[in-house]
């Protein structure tokens, strides 16, 4: 048992986890007889060793940080939003179809417009898995799971069978946006050689910032984690739960819509069809669960996932190694953070020299209103 | 086409679509009635279908007729194994059990693509050649009219998996085993205060779920998809899962609600030979499953139909 302070234990719940992940990757490749140090090696070369590659890394953590915060405001809220995968399809379909259908309006009109289209989709989707557990005590899980499969479906027909042909090349592909409706940006793209790099990656800062302020700074967000930790307290305190049900969805899915908008109006400009979950969805539920859902969080997990995930691709010419053992990696970081009940056996907080404990010094404490044990006494300090 | 040769095409393509779906659903049924919430049944039937594919290559020149049924089981065992990761993780390391189930649904597949990999040097694996086919069971296909539509050229593993659903409802329901395992899903501590180990009975429910789902999986692989690739499983452990919801965490409502999920995405893909649903939009079928799931739960509200302690860790006081 290693004493920390909980500060220590935040920091190396996270930090062992990557290597441990890390490690995973490792002997697995050890057992197929790849050498780990040369594709490791190679990885980070490719991800961050020329400016085209560090372009790219970036590029790719900008819509992870849209559905990672997605993901951590309806946590917060208590809420497992599995549905990212969904929202963020429904923002990428949205934008896309905005900037198609208007290919004459001005840039400063029709880009924000693209955006909030996008937003809305999200929330709309996520939303509804909100209401229905507000109102009616529906498991969230189950329905965004369901969710994800309904937008994969609808996307497919309204793409094949509603969108006009004219703004399509194919039945799974549409036309490329005009750039009155781009993130792209000539100057930084060739700044980063040329990579796919776009100013969705200011809106990702701004967005950072914005999440931080609203869950520290604004009665909204602190409703929202005071429905999270007690629905029960908070109700009594006289906030609304099924309203905050409702607005920590909406948040949540309007941010991963936006990552799916980075994605059509940023990575890809324009919409092709998806045959399974967008992955998006799934690496920002990691994210946010590696970053433990705070903004700095999200911003360094959001960077590692993209190192892995670019670096994968530079790992597989250069030393060989097939690109899924990126994914595994991925996946066993996320497992290690779900056991954290080993890091709990294996740290013990310290208790601050200064630490005393808010009543008088050997006033014992009456029953606890029968929450615990009637008998049950906090420890004295000392 | 009659109105026999009709139904016997329905019938056939609903229950070869239903097979691995009853399956994962039994699995997942089992799961859950020990308390322990499974999502992770799409990785499992991943893990299922790739060992099952992996087997079948290998073994289909000298075992002949009989390598699918025995991949259906290699890839049941793999499932098992693989199903001990979230077991452990949540039984004994206190995981949340959506995360955990996340964490198998995300490792399944690039696993699966990352060992192809390694042994035949390329993304997907070549087609098998001894898949399950179609087959008439002995006896009960000579039945005038009836025989046809149900029992001739129809799926084997479907029927397995509905004498396998009456197996397992009378095993949850009729059993001291069933009732020990649903205790430690509806008040574990009750459970354990009378004498149920209730890690025991939850190692139970996921190393069902695991094989089951497994086995659904390898079903799969054989029957529909014949060979493997990243896109073989997608939807199929989560349309289970949604078959247990549906099914009202009961054997034999997971069956029926997999029958029918398998009869609306069988008309998704048959439904262009059939006269008047030829001009249905595809997507009403494709998202069928799933909408009437939330709806079924909104209905119930949620709440009185899963085991009590469904997804809440039972922490036994040392």
Same mark, same amino acid.
């Given at each position: 048992?290693?004493?920390?302070?909980?500060?220590?234990?935040?920091?190396?719940?996270?930090?062992?986890?990557?290597?441990?992940?890390?490690?995973?990757?490792?002997?697995?490749?050890?057992?197929?007889?790849?050498?780990?140090?040369?594709?490791?090696?190679?990885?980070? =070369?490719?991800?961050?060793?020329?400016?085209?590659?560090?372009?790219?890394?970036?590029?790719?953590?900008?819509?992870?940080?849209?559905?990672?915060?997605?993901?951590?405001?309806?946590?917060?809220?208590?809420?497992?939003?599995?549905?990212?995968?969904?929202?963020?399809?429904?923002?990428?379909?949205?934008?896309?179809?905005?900037?198609?259908? =208007?290919?004459?309006?001005?840039?400063?009109?029709?880009?924000?417009?693209?955006?909030?289209?996008?937003?809305?989709?999200?929330?709309?989707?996520?939303?509804?898995?909100?209401?229905?557990?507000?109102?009616?005590?529906?498991?969230?899980?189950?329905?965004?799971?369901?969710?994800?499969?309904?937008?994969?479906?609808?996307?497919?027909?309204?793409?094949?069978?509603?969108?006009?042909?004219?703004?399509?090349?194919?039945?799974?592909?549409?036309?490329?946006?005009?750039?009155?409706?781009?993130?792209?940006?000539?100057?930084?793209?060739?700044?980063?050689?040329?990579?796919?790099?776009?100013?969705?990656?200011?809106?990702?800062?701004?967005?950072?910032?914005?999440?931080?302020?609203?869950?520290?700074?604004?009665?909204?967000?602190?409703?929202?984690?005071?429905?999270?930790? =007690?629905?029960?307290?908070?109700?009594?305190?006289?906030?609304?739960?099924?309203? =905050?049900?409702?607005?920590?969805?909406?948040?949540?899915?309007?941010?991963?819509?936006?990552?799916?908008?980075?994605?059509?109006?940023?990575?890809?400009?324009?919409?092709?069809?998806?045959?399974?979950?967008?992955?998006?969805?799934?690496?920002?539920?990691?994210?946010?669960?590696?970053?433990?859902?705070?903004?700095?969080?999200?911003?360094?997990?959001?960077?590692?996932?993209?190192?892995?995930?670019?670096?994968?691709?530079?790992?597989?010419?250069?030393?060989?190694?097939?690109?899924?053992?990126?994914?595994?990696?991925?996946?066993?970081?996320?497992?290690?953070?779900?056991?954290?009940?080993?890091?709990?056996?294996?740290?013990?907080?310290?208790?601050?020299?200064?630490?005393?404990?808010?009543?008088?010094?050997?006033?014992?404490?009456?029953?606890?209103?029968?929450?615990?044990?009637?008998?049950?006494?906090?420890?004295?300090?000392? | 086409?009659?109105?026999?040769?009709?139904?016997?095409?329905?019938?056939?393509?609903?229950?070869?679509?239903?097979?691995?779906?009853?399956?994962?659903?039994?699995?997942?049924?089992?799961?859950?009635?020990?308390?322990?919430?499974?999502?992770?049944?799409?990785?499992?039937?991943?893990?299922?279908?790739?060992?099952?594919?992996?087997?079948?290559?290998?073994?289909?020149?000298?075992?002949?007729?009989?390598?699918?049924?025995? /991949?259906?089981?290699?890839?049941?065992?793999? /499932?098992?194994?693989?199903?001990?990761?979230?077991?452990?993780?949540?039984?004994?390391?206190?995981?949340?059990?959506?995360?955990?189930? %996340?964490?198998?649904?995300?490792?399944?597949?690039? !696993?699966?693509?990352?060992?192809?990999?390694?042994?035949?040097?390329? /993304?997907?694996?070549?087609?098998?050649?001894?898949?399950?086919?179609?087959?008439?069971?002995?006896?009960?296909?000579?039945?005038?009219?009836?025989?046809?539509?149900?029992?001739?050229?129809?799926?084997?593993?479907?029927?397995?998996?509905?004498?396998?659903?009456?197996?397992?409802?009378?095993?949850?329901?009729?059993?001291?085993?069933?009732?020990?395992?649903?205790?430690?899903?509806?008040?574990?501590?009750?459970?354990?205060?009378?004498?149920?180990?209730?890690?025991?009975?939850?190692?139970?429910?996921? !190393? %069902?779920?695991?094989?089951?789902?497994?086995?659904?999986?390898?079903?799969?692989?054989?029957?529909?998809?014949?060979?493997?690739?990243?896109?073989?499983?997608?939807?199929?452990?989560?349309?289970?899962?949604?078959?247990?919801?549906?099914?009202?965490?009961?054997?034999?409502?997971?069956?029926?609600?997999? !029958?029918?999920? /398998?009869?609306?995405?069988?008309?998704?893909?048959?439904?262009?030979?059939?006269?008047?649903?030829?001009?249905?939009?595809?997507?009403?079928?494709?998202?069928?499953?799933?909408?009437?799931?939330?709806?079924?739960?909104?209905?119930?509200?949620?709440?009185?139909?899963?085991?009590?302690?469904?997804?809440?860790?039972?922490?036994?006081?040392?």
């Amino acid at each position: 048992m290693i004493k920390v302070t909980a500060k220590q234990k935040r920091l190396l719940v996270p930090l062992i986890s990557v290597i441990a992940g890390f490690l995973v990757g490792a002997i697995i490749m050890l057992i197929w007889s790849y050498n780990p140090f040369s594709a490791y090696a190679a990885m980070f =070369n490719g991800a961050l060793g020329t400016m085209s590659g560090l372009g790219e890394t970036i590029r790719e953590a900008t819509p992870l940080i849209f559905t990672a915060i997605g993901f951590a405001i309806a946590s917060k809220a208590g809420f497992f939003n599995i549905g990212l995968p969904g929202q963020a399809q429904a923002g990428w379909l949205t934008s896309v179809w905005v900037v198609l259908a =208007n290919p004459n309006l001005p840039k400063y009109i029709l880009l924000p417009l693209a955006i909030i289209a996008g937003a809305f989709a999200g929330a709309i989707v996520a939303g509804i898995a909100g209401y229905l557990r507000a109102y009616f005590g529906t498991n969230e899980v189950i329905t965004t799971i369901m969710l994800n499969y309904i937008v994969l479906y609808l996307c497919q027909y309204l793409m094949q069978q509603i969108m006009p042909s004219s703004l399509r090349t194919d039945t799974d592909t549409t036309k490329d946006i005009g750039s009155n409706g781009s993130l792209h940006i000539d100057w930084l793209s060739h700044l980063f050689g040329d990579s796919r790099i776009n100013a969705g990656i200011f809106l990702g800062i701004i967005a950072l910032v914005i999440f931080w302020f609203l869950m520290k700074k604004t009665t909204v967000g602190f409703e929202i984690k005071a429905v999270g930790l =007690n629905p029960f307290a908070s109700r009594y305190a006289g906030m609304s739960t099924k309203k =905050n049900i409702i607005v920590s969805m909406l948040l949540s899915g309007a941010f991963a819509g936006i990552g799916g908008v980075v994605q059509g109006l940023g990575t890809y400009q324009n919409y092709f069809t998806q045959t399974s979950s967008v992955d998006i969805g799934w690496d920002g539920l990691s994210v946010a669960l590696l970053g433990n859902s705070t903004a700095i969080g999200i911003l360094l997990a959001a960077l590692l996932f993209s190192i892995l995930k670019i670096g994968g691709l530079g790992m597989q010419t250069a030393a060989g190694v097939p690109y899924e053992i990126v994914s595994i990696v991925i996946a066993a970081i996320i497992f290690f953070i779900a056991i954290s009940y080993v890091f709990d056996l294996l740290f013990k907080i310290k208790k601050s020299k200064t630490y005393r404990h808010p009543l008088k010094k050997g006033v014992e404490i009456g029953p606890n209103n029968g929450v615990d044990s009637p008998d049950f006494k906090l420890q004295k300090e000392g | 086409m009659n109105l026999e040769s009709l139904l016997a095409l329905v019938v056939s393509s609903t229950l070869v679509y239903s097979a691995p779906l009853i399956l994962a659903a039994l699995g997942g049924v089992y799961s859950e009635n020990s308390g322990i919430v499974n999502i992770g049944l799409e990785g499992i039937m991943t893990v299922g279908a790739f060992t099952s594919i992996i087997f079948n290559l290998t073994f289909a020149s000298s075992l002949g007729i009989w390598t699918p049924w025995l /991949g259906a089981l290699v890839g049941a065992i793999f /499932g098992l194994v693989f199903s001990l990761l979230h077991a452990f993780a949540t039984i004994n390391l206190h995981a949340d059990h959506i995360i955990s189930g %996340t964490v198998l649904n995300l490792l399944a597949p690039p !696993l699966g693509v990352f060992l192809i990999k390694a042994i035949y040097e390329k /993304g997907q694996t070549a087609n098998i050649t001894a898949n399950f086919g179609y087959a008439n069971i002995p006896g009960l296909a000579d039945i005038p009219v009836l025989g046809k539509i149900f029992f001739a050229n129809t799926s084997a593993p479907a029927w397995l998996a509905i004498i396998l659903t009456i197996a397992m409802w009378f095993i949850l329901y009729k059993t001291r085993l069933g009732l020990r395992l649903r205790s430690a899903g509806e008040n574990p501590q009750a459970a354990d205060t009378l004498g149920v180990n209730v890690y025991k009975m939850r190692y139970l429910g996921v !190393l %069902t779920s695991g094989f089951m789902a497994g086995l659904g999986g390898a079903v799969f692989a054989q029957s529909i998809s014949g060979n493997f690739s990243i896109s073989t499983i997608v939807g199929q452990g989560f349309m289970a899962l949604a078959a247990v919801i549906f099914g009202k965490w009961n054997p034999i409502g997971a069956m029926l609600s997999s !029958l029918f999920f /398998g009869f609306a995405q069988s008309l998704s893909i048959i439904g262009a030979q059939l006269p008047g649903l030829s001009k249905i939009p595809t997507v009403y079928m494709q998202i069928a499953p799933y909408v009437i799931t939330i709806i079924v739960l909104v209905l119930f509200l949620g709440k009185s139909v899963a085991p009590a302690a469904d997804g809440v860790n039972y922490i036994k006081a040392k």
